[in-house]
Structure formats: structure tokens, C-alpha cells
């Protein structure tokens, strides 16, 4: 969401108001109500509102998790809803990312009642779109899908190689929603081959906050299936060696049970690396006909879709082929284009009602 943000904001020539609340907002996820960092937190929260209701003209609000405090202005917002992961967890649907407390409840409350205030909202993806309409009761015509996009100067092949044995791609954190432990049990049966023996399954990115939280349950899984010398963590990468990590990659792999849009798959394609992902939410949408599809559920199904990939070159060549045409659709020039014209649309519509108010409102 960050990253959206920041790609957005180099490519629209709007005014812009730039806050680090919402990285304040993510480090204090399960506080108690009554602490000293809560009240810390409420005080700039409360100064935010402000700052937001001086604003002239239609605030774009490009996380949903800011939505709490547009709940509260004064004057007319967008709002960008890139999942529903939080409200998942919220209502109970399952474990997505972490159990929550009161305070996170009451805040992640106001976010949804922040998404169903807005003026209009914009979704990264139909199926977000769906289940805006399906969880929250959004009307349809209310939503706008204006997909995510992906910086092409820096996604494409490369020569360059930061390791030097055969690796499986995973790019993500450790969420449940992610599962990862999916995976793990999938390389397991893979690696009960003997043409697989020197394969490792290389993980990208930092584990969740709190880490060990999330890195536990994988670091306990991994000892169970005996994995230890298989499985490669490099934590945080900076977003300049991500191409030579999927470039040198065998295939890369996100089995997720949720995902809002996922750029990890488009940026492997943009790479020339092969890409499976699962068969559920947003993903088949995102990937098209450039992906093998599988069952999150079933890690023999995501084990068969790796060996199939390894083993048929014919196949390799066409998704990759595939995946290079897939990924150009999706750019950040193209995303701002589109978010302008929601942008536009939505001051027409307002000026119209605001006409018709004061059209009333005259003495004939």
C-alpha cells in the first residue's frame, strides 16, 4: 500500500500531502486501549483529521486502513481499498494474519465504516471490487476498478545472479493468508526426488510484524519436514536485486488463500521468470492465461504444477512468452491514468449535486 501510494504520487500532478501515519499505524497493531503509546498515537491521529478537513476540493485517500480517519472529515473523499484481509479477520472468517484485540477491532471497525462513507471508492481488482459489494454492501456503481501497476524500468530480465544453485521462488511474507506452510509441504514432496536434491526454495522478504509471531510457525514447520538445509530466507531485499532474484529463478510460486491484487506474479512475468499461483481471489484475474493454477489447499497439486514446470521446457517457453505480454498491461502510468479520470468523474459528479442543491434551494 506504501508502494502504491508512492508510485501514484510521482505520476499525478495533484496536490499532495505527504504523512507517515499509516507506518505509525501498522508498528502499534495490538496495544492496549489504555497505554501510553495509544494515547500518543490518538493525539497525532486527531491532529491528522484536521490537517485533512483544511483541505479544498476531494481528498484521495489511497489505503483503506486510513479510512478511520476519513470517517470523520468533513469533506468529500476517495478511498483506494486494495483487500478485505483485515475484515476477514475481524469477522471471524478465519485466520488471515493475526488474532486482534479491542483496540484493533474498534480501529479496524472505523476503517469499514471509513469505506462505506466515501464518496467512491476505487478497487485494485474486480474481485475486490466483488467483495466490497458482498461484505460491505457497496453499491456497484459506487466502484471503480483501476488495477495496480508495476515499474517496468526496473522489472525485466537480467544477466545478473546474486546466488549460483537452482532455486524455487517465493516472494511474501509469512502470513497465514500467504500460505507459506503450503509451500513448504509441496517443496517436501519435491524434494523426495532425486532430481530435485540440489533444488532450495529461496523466501524474499521479512516475515511479518511481529516477526516471530509469523516466523515460528515456519521455522517449526521446517524442522518438522526436515527442511533445514533447503530453505533460504535473505529477509528484506531492496527493490533493485528483485529482478535478478526472479530472473535466476526456476519458477516462481504464490499458493495464497487471499490476495487483493499481488504484485509479486506480474513482476516475476515482467522478469521472464514462469509463475504458479493459486486458483482463488484476485489472482487468476491478475495473471490471465500466463500462470499454471492450483489449489492452495492441496500441496501434492502445487508439487505436480512445480515438476511439470521444471520438467516440460514447451511449457516453460510459453509462460514465460505469455507472461512477458501479461505484464505489460499493467504499468503505473497506465494505473494513474485511469485513478485521473475516477478523479475527474468524481468532481463532475459532485459540482452537478452541488448545483442541484442550490437550484432547490432558490425561490422560483
Known amino acids: 500500500m506504501d508502494l502504491y501510494s508512492k508510485k501514484l504520487a510521482e505520476r499525478l500532478e495533484v496536490p499532495k500531502l505527504y504523512t507517515n501515519i499509516y507506518q505509525d499505524v501498522a508498528e ?3 496495544i492496549p486501549f489504555l497505554s501510553i503509546k495509544a494515547a500518543t498515537a490518538l493525539l497525532k491521529e486527531l491532529s491528522f483529521v484536521k490537517k485533512l478537513n483544511r483541505v479544498n476540493g476531494v481528498i484521495h485517500i489511497p489505503n483503506h486502513h ?9 469533506v468529500p473523499y476517495i478511498i483506494t481499498v486494495h483487500d478485505l484481509i483485515r475484515y476477514f479477520d475481524l469477522k471471524g472468517y478465519g485466520l488471515f494474519i493475526q488474532r486482534l484485540n479491542i483496540r484493533d477491532r474498534f480501529y479496524l471497525s472505523l476503517d469499514y465504516k471509513g469505506i462505506k462513507k466515501a464518496n467512491h471508492i476505487i478497487a485494485v481488482s474486480n474481485s475486490t471490487k466483488q467483495d466490497l459489494i458482498k461484505h460491505l454492501g457497496i453499491p456497484s456503481d459506487r466502484i471503480s476498478v483501476v488495477y495496480e501497476g508495476i515499474d517496468h524500468r526496473i522489472f525485466k530480465p537480467t544477466d545478473r545472479r546474486l546466488v549460483d544453485f537452482p532455486y524455487i521462488l517465493y516472494v511474501g511474507s509469512e502470513h497465514p493468508r500467504k500460505n507459506f ?11 523426495g526426488d532425486s532430481r530435485f536434491k540440489d533444488l532450495k526454495l529461496l523466501k524474499v522478504g521479512k516475515a511479518g510484524k511481529p516477526k516471530m509471531q509469523f516466523r515460528e510457525p515456519t521455522l517449526r514447520a521446517i524442522h518438522e519436514l526436515g527442511l533445514s538445509n533447503d530453505v533460504i530466507f535473505t529477509e528484506y531485499v531492496p527493490e533493485k536485486d528483485l529482478p535478478a532474484y526472479y530472473s535466476g529463478a526456476v519458477c516462481f510460486v504464490l499458493p495464497s488463500f487471499y490476495e487483493g491484487f499481488g504484485f509479486p506474479p506480474l513482476e516475476a512475468m515482467a522478469c521472464g521468470c514462469p509463475v504458479i499461483v ?12 500466463a500462470a499454471m493454477l492450483v489449489d492452495p489447499n492441496a500441496p501434492e497439486g502445487i508439487a505436480e504444477a512445480i515438476e511439470t514446470l521444471m520438467m516440460d521446457r514447451a511449457l516453460r517457453g510459453k509462460l514465460i512468452s505469455r507472461g512477458f505480454e501479461r505484464a505489460s498491461y499493467f504499468s503505473w502510468e497506465k494505473t494513474a491514468k485511469e485513478t485521473m479520470k475516477v478523479y475527474k468523474n468524481v ?3 459532485l459540482s452537478a449535486y452541488v448545483r442541484g442543491r442550490f437550484a432547490e434551494a432558490v425561490p422560483r
Open 347 to 349: 468532481e463532475y459528479s
Open 28 to 30: 502499534i497493531y495490538n
Open 278 to 289: 493459486s486458483k482463488v481471489a484476485s489472482l487468476p484475474e491478475i495473471v490471465g492465461d
Open 181 to 191: 506452510i503450503g509451500l513448504l509441504k509441496a517443496f517436501k514432496k519435491l524434494k
Open 66 to 74: 486510513l479510512g478511520r480517519y476519513g470517517f470523520f472529515l468533513k
